[in-house]
């Protein structure tokens, strides 16, 4: 082989390596370097949604919904590269809150001034009432098991007390707890076997063993000393995502309630978090002070 051939295949075997090593061209996802990780910034442009900013959950095809995009009322959609529009307005008088998608791709969304758990068609766009109950205080975030029944969180936020409620899949509506703090967070574990609730007022974070959508043995998880909380997320080790609410952090909190670490944004109100990319490894994080997302990279794909 001559010397310019030679140089010519290395070059391009390691041009070859350089595109995969990026993924470039190609549908594969690239885990993130120790350099990329737990940094956040800017996702969305700041006030491209209302102050009521919250509920992030990204569908099966990567793109981002949360509720208030531009105005009251709307859910918004954005895509993996940060372009927002609206994608359906609520009926009147109905404002969302927390957001989660079914085995079938169906979203249901916590609509709080109507005491509604509500269905959107993904296809036809189509919003219908999936469930109603008018004891509610307000449905505010929601979880989802992996037999698509969802539990809401329900805060009286003037009394500092909240409920908790189960909806199966048929819409039944069930009370699960009465009379505790100000409810507000909910989780499932990856494993099914454990719900996780917490508590803004009064700072905590509850667990309860979780069986065929039955609660038992509840205990703290952990207890914060000062900021409120609000919405959180598991990754697939069990970690929970809490929005640190005041602070201007998301807390990621082992299984066993310790603190991993703080992962420190632009804007001081988170009030959620959601898992996408194509890799399951980016949070997006809604932030009421600035009305927008933002984003980070995580070492660990989110459990949805």
């Known amino acids: 082989m001559k010397r310019n051939e030679f140089i010519g295949k290395r070059l391009s075997v390691m041009v070859t390596a350089s595109l995969l090593s990026i993924g470039f061209g190609l549908t594969a996802a690239v885990s993130p370097t120790a350099d990329d990780l737990f940094k956040a910034s800017i996702f969305t442009p700041v006030n491209s949604f209302t102050k009521g900013v919250e509920g992030p959950a990204v569908d099966k095809k990567g793109t981002i ?9 709307t ?8 372009e927002g529009s609206v994608f359906v307005e609520l009926p009147e008088g109905s404002v969302g809150n927390g957001i989660r998608f079914n085995k ?24 219908s009432v999936f469930a109603h109950e008018s004891r509610m ?31 199966d899949p048929d819409g039944k509506v069930t009370l699960l707890e009465a009379n505790m703090g100000t409810t507000n967070g909910v989780e499932v574990s990856p494993d099914n076997k454990r719900l996780y609730v917490n508590e803004s007022v009064q700072r905590k974070v509850w ?23 609000d919405g959180m997320r598991c990754d697939k080790k069990g970690n929970l995502y809490i929005a640190r609410h005041g602070k201007g952090v998301v807390a990621i909190v082992s299984p066993a309630g310790k603190v991993l670490r703080e992962v420190t944004l632009t804007g001081k109100l988170p009030s959620n978090v959601t898992f996408g990319g194509k890799d399951n490894k980016t949070v997006y994080v809604t932030l009421q002070d600035q009305g927008n997302l933002e984003s980070f990279r995580t070492d660990t794909p989110g459990r949805q």
């Not at 919904?65 to 009322?73: D, I, L, P, R």
């Not at 079938?104 to 919003?127: C, R, S």
């Not at 979780?210 to 207890?223: A, D, T, V």
């Open 65 to 73: 919904y949360a509720v208030n995009f531009a105005k009251e009322g």
């Open 75 to 82: 859910i918004g959609q954005v895509t993996p590269a940060g």
């Open 104 to 127: 079938k791709g169906e979203m249901f969304i916590a609509d709080y001034p109507k005491h509604n758990i509500l269905k959107v068609n993904m296809t036809t766009k189509q919003v």
């Open 137 to 167: 205080n307000q449905p505010n975030d929601v979880a989802i098991d992996d037999n698509d029944r969802l539990y809401a969180s329900d805060p009286n936020w003037k009394e500092n007390t909240g409920n908790l409620w189960r909806i």
């Open 207 to 229: 667990v309860y063993d979780l069986k065929n959508g039955q609660l038992s043995n509840k205990r703290i998880l952990l207890e914060f000393p000062d900021f409120g909380m």
